[in-house]
């Protein structure tokens, strides 16, 4: 028997993040598991679980440091060590207030946390 779709009726459709490294950029959120959806020119756009999409920009200034977003996943130490294995060299994995993460740095030299889940709510 199916159940009824849990989940708030709204999510987010787009997330922008700069990048002095666009094709690097791209293959390495590639590798993280984001879906690849179109590159060209100085854009890139992938795609996240639900439909949201990263949309990567090429731009000439980019700081170092934490990315505009985090991220979640189901199983966060099952994430981290196929990120070591291919590797990405994650952090440590520490344990915070409300999630357990880590972070991996990307080719442009901002870091992106991966937050261990808490959604609630069942898919259709």
Known sequence: MAHADERPPVWVGHILMKTSRL???????TKIGL?????????????LRGGTHLV???????????????????DLEKT??????????PSPIQTGPIHRSFTVEDP???????NSSHASGKPV
């Open 108 to 114: 442009s030299g901002q870091r992106i946390t991966f």
């Open 35 to 47: 879906r690849p959806i179109e590159l060209h020119g100085n854009v890139a756009v992938l795609e």
């Open 56 to 74: 990567l920009t090429r731009s000439d200034h980019v700081l170092p440091g934490p990315a505009p977003f985090d991220l979640m996943v189901d």
């Open 23 to 29: 094709t690097e950029s791209w293959d390495f959120l």
């Open 80 to 89: 981290h060590r196929l990120f070591t294995d291919v590797g990405l060299g």
